[in-house]
């Protein structure tokens, strides 16, 4: 499957985003580069690799998630799942917490279950 250009900037898989770019991660931070304080930000532009930045990370945690339903049984907030689950897409979230704090606590008392088939 051809890997996409990047879907803000056009950039082809390989090349760096352009300047103001809303995908492109800190290569610092790992947070969005248009709006992160890192000095290392300018050092460098990250290169498009053909999907949405973390999602590879994700894959190699084994962090996925779905929409989930809680204790009131009303949709629209996610949890974690296993890979297989129905819906299941990587967990961009979880990773985003895990960055900026360094811990894996995005779901601690988290009374969310995944849907069933």
Do not use: I
Request: glycine residues 12%; charged residues 35%.
């Amino acid at each position: 499957m051809k890997k996409k250009p990047c879907p803000d900037c056009d950039a082809e898989v390989g090349d760096p985003h352009t300047e103001g770019c809303d995908v492109e991660r800190c290569t610092v931070c790992k947070g969005q580069r248009l709006s992160c304080n890192c000095k290392g930000h300018k050092r460098m532009l990250a290169e498009w690799t053909g999907e949405w930045p973390g999602v590879e990370e994700c894959r190699e945690r084994g962090w996925y998630c779905q929409d989930g339903f809680g204790p009131d049984r009303r949709w629209g907030s996610f949890c974690p799942c296993p890979k297989n689950a129905p819906g299941a897409r990587e967990d961009l979230n979880r990773l985003a917490h895990f960055h900026a704090t360094g811990k894996d606590t995005k779901y601690e008392g988290c009374t969310r279950t995944p849907r069933k088939a």
